[in-house]
């Protein structure tokens, strides 16, 4: 019996490892997509800008 439940504690160790290793790999893909996010909503925004300068220097 004693085989057994280190067999099983093992595994439930080893499935608690992979599932804080999946939620780290997602939130760090997750703060990178949120950065580009921020530098293209940046950059839409500096565009809009310019634009509306243009139409009122016309």
Known sequence: MG???LIFT???Y???IYFLITV?????????NDLLM????DH???KLEEMSNR???S
């Open 3 to 5: 085989i057994v439940s």
């Open 10 to 12: 093992l595994m439930f």
């Open 14 to 16: 080893g499935l608690i």
């Open 24 to 32: 780290l790999r997602h939130l760090r893909a997750k703060n990178h």
């Open 38 to 41: 921020l530098k293209k909503l």
């Open 44 to 46: 839409i925004s500096k």
């Open 55 to 57: 139409e009122y220097r």
